[in-house]
């Protein structure tokens, strides 16, 4: 496996763990009301607390970026040109303005 497809499988599995740590936080899933909210339709869900509610929109960013990084990614691979995009790949794991500069880099050497 490439370095490029390693960085997409711990970016599948940190927005994961993002995901599961909004829903734990924000239904207070380690109480017994919050397992029944976590385990019912999602009806009638309380509104989170402050840092559920941090929680939440902080694993809604990282699937939206997730969205963007696996679609170059895999395309670099499929192109063959993982050695370049890796760089990118890397790069835009630091904060989200140098995120936006690898996954440039990245569209750049597949175009």
């Given at each position: 496996m490439t370095t490029l497809?390693?960085?997409?499988?711990y970016a599948t599995v940190l927005t994961w763990v993002s995901i599961m740590a909004a829903t734990t936080l924000s239904n207070r899933e380690w109480t017994l009301e919050g397992m029944k909210v976590g385990l019912s339709n999602r009806d009638n869900v309380p509104e989170p607390t402050p840092l559920g509610g941090r929680a939440v929109r902080a694993a809604a960013n990282t699937l939206e970026n997730f969205a963007l990084f696996v679609a170059l990614a895999l395309?670099?691979?499929a192109a063959g040109r993982d050695g370049?995009?890796?760089?990118?790949?890397h790069v835009r794991s630091l904060?989200?303005?140098v995120g936006i500069t690898g996954?440039?880099?990245m569209l750049f050497a597949i175009i």
């Open positions: 497809l390693q960085l997409v499988v395309t670099a691979h370049e995009a890796t760089l990118g790949a904060v989200w303005g996954l440039a880099m």
